[in-house]
């Protein structure tokens, strides 16, 4: 196999995403977020506690790729969560 097709095959599961408090994240985890963030160009603010379902790994170590109702292509960074 050549060295692109292992590597494309890692994908993100060889990465670890730790949360704020350094747990491990998984694809599906439900977490909490710590902090208010203010959403860029969705003129809205995520207030501390809200709960986001069904996270996505990205491959980067820091980001987490999730979901919430009237945001599209939220990217969160795994500092400002945790795991719940």
Do not use: H, W
Request: charged share 30%; with cysteine.
């Amino acid at each position: 196999m050549a060295a692109s097709e292992l590597a494309a095959r890692a994908g993100p599961s060889s990465v670890e995403v730790r949360d704020s408090v350094g747990n491990l994240l998984a694809d599906g985890d439900s977490v909490v977020l710590v902090k208010d963030l203010k959403v860029k160009g969705a003129g809205q603010t995520l207030k501390r506690g809200t709960v986001i379902r069904s996270i996505k790994l990205t491959g980067d170590d820091q980001e987490i790729d999730c979901r919430y109702e009237g945001i599209k292509g939220l990217v969160l960074r795994a500092e400002f969560v945790k795991k719940n």
